[in-house]
């Protein structure tokens, strides 16, 4: 997979825990200029040191909820590289409140939130790379999960904006077809980052309970999402957009 001197946009970078950093990991080890943006002072102070290390040319705030900043953080992308070949969208956000308890009870403000940030924003911010991507096409990754098409207790109003997101996916990928710039979303099975251990109880439980269940009985890392991203993002996958793709050492396929 030749990606070299391709250049990536990734939105939602937390830590060196995140499924964002082992996907930066994989494109930057296949030679992809890498851009990163970050939401207030204090994920500066995690974000700079991960994105420097990666020897990034574009360290910006963006907040995706924010239509102006949106803009502002392609502008900075266009100025500095004239283009775009790679978004990656890891974004998701729903109050802490509308994760507990029962969905029903999920406040008309609490919903509204999760979907714009956790949903729309996919829109927003592929518009913005669209006018970049230009006539070479380009790939679009989001990421989701599987309390997208099942109950997963505790997931609640998240469920709800990744199923919005995985639908946004094939209407996107619909869209921009016809410009090459392919669009996926990869379902990870759980993984031990900050935001999932905050939306789902009893966290280190459930990890136990998919490495006990999966077909291949173990768990999935941000490195495995990383390099199903990076194929996604090379010529070998030219003809393939649209797609929800799996990695979860096959957890989807179980039924009771």
């Known amino acids: 997979m030749n990606l070299k001197g391709k250049r990536a946009l990734i939105l939602g970078l937390a830590n060196e825990r995140s499924i964002a950093w082992g996907i930066a990991q994989a494109l930057h080890a ?8 970050y939401l207030g002072d204090a994920l500066e ?23 102006d900043q949106i803009t502002n953080i ?8 004239g283009g775009l070949d790679i978004l990656i ?29 956790s949903a729309y924003s ?3 911010t592929s518009r913005e790379a669209e006018k970049l991507m230009g006539d070479q096409g380009g790939t679009i990754i989001t990421l989701t999960y599987y309390g997208a098409e099942k ?21 996107l990928a619909n869209d921009l077809g016809p410009k090459k710039i392919r669009v996926h979303a990869i379902s990870a099975g759980p ?12 966290f280190r439980d ?11 009985r173990e768990n999935v890392s941000p490195e495995d999402v990383g390099a199903l991203a990076a194929f996604l993002c090379s010529e070998e996958a030219r003809h393939m957009t649209g797609n929800v793709m799996y990695v979860d050492s096959g957890f989807n396929i179980l039924g009771a």
């Open 74 to 81: 392609f502008q900075e992308v266009k100025n500095k590289w």
């Open 30 to 37: 296949k030679g992809v200029k890498l851009a990163f943006n």
């Open 151 to 171: 109950v997963i207790q505790g997931y609640n109003v998240m469920g709800v904006a990744k199923a919005a997101l995985e639908t946004s996916v094939k209407y």
């Open 206 to 216: 459930f990890l136990g309970e998919i490495e006990a269940r999966a077909p291949m």
């Open 191 to 202: 993984i031990k980052t900050l935001a999932a251990a905050g939306a789902i109880p009893n």
């Open 122 to 124: 996919l829109v927003a």
């Open 45 to 67: 102070k995690r974000v700079r040191p991960l994105a420097e290390s990666l020897n990034a040319d574009i360290i910006a705030p963006c907040d995706v909820s924010n239509d």
């Open 89 to 117: 969208h890891s974004v998701a956000f729903a109050n802490k409140e509308d994760l507990q308890g029962r969905f029903v009870d999920t406040s008309r403000a609490g919903f509204r939130l999760a979907l714009d940030v």
